[in-house]
């Protein structure tokens, strides 16, 4: 079964940017769904990015037009370039996979696989 691991994850001030990688192990993601979701303290997990061939990506309305979803096969590795951080952005972000596309990808309870997180922490 393939397992992920996060990095990247780091403080930094407002309007700066990070790059978040999520590699995965045990197997190949070039057929695997993947996303990212994040979550903040007393908060539900939250969407942000989708990334599959048969359908594009796709971002959470929060983070549109800042946050870049992007996958190496070659590498298994699928990463998130988050710019123009806000401290609203902080969370711990956590990457995802499921071989085959969730019903509702927005929903993180139909997610099949998951990372144990990066925490990402945004200062004014």
């Known amino acids: 079964q393939v397992q992920l691991v996060e990095s990247g994850g780091g403080l930094v001030q407002a309007g700066n940017s990070l790059r978040l990688s999520c590699v995965a192990s045990g197997g190949t993601i070039t057929y695997t769904r993947m996303a990212w979701f994040r979550q903040a303290p007393g908060k539900e997990r939250e969407f942000v990015a989708f990334?599959?061939?048969?359908?594009?990506?796709r971002y959470g309305d929060a983070v549109k037009g800042r946050f870049t979803i992007s996958r190496d096969d070659a590498k298994n590795t699928v990463y998130l370039e988050a710019n123009t951080l806000k401290p609203e952005d902080s969370a711990v972000y956590y990457c995802t996979a499921c071989p085959y596309t969730p019903k509702n990808i927005y929903d993180s309870t139909q997610w099949y696989i998951w990372g144990q997180g990066t925490q990402v922490t945004v200062s004014s």
């Open positions: 990334s599959w061939r048969g359908v594009g990506v």
